[in-house]
Each structure stands twice: as structure tokens, then as C-alpha cells.
């Protein structure tokens, strides 16, 4: 998910991750990257755990 998201990054894009629940991340602004940056960390430990 990382290197998909810089791919759009580099094309000028971005990604929206929608939250009904809570706050929208968006790669496109330096907290939404961070924001899934750790989402992606944290789903990637959650794989090696299982």
C-alpha cells in the first residue's frame, strides 16, 4: 500500500481513505500520509503475528 500510494503521489495524485466514523486520511497532506504510514506499519505487524 506504501508504494502504491507514493506511485500516486508521483503522478500528482493521491489517496483518500473515507472514515464515516471518524477523521478522512489523505496522503495528499504531510498528516494523512503519516496517519497511513502507521496503518500500513501496524496491518503489516498484524500479518507476521498471524
Known amino acids: 500500500m506504501l508504494a502504491f500510494a507514493e506511485e500516486l503521489c508521483a503522478r500528482g ?28 506499519a501496524l496491518g503489516q505487524m498484524e500479518h507476521e503475528i498471524k
Open 13 to 40: 495524485g493521491g489517496l483518500r481513505v473515507l472514515n464515516p466514523g471518524g477523521d478522512d486520511v489523505d496522503t495528499a497532506t504531510p498528516m494523512g500520509s503519516m496517519l497511513f504510514t502507521i496503518m500500513a
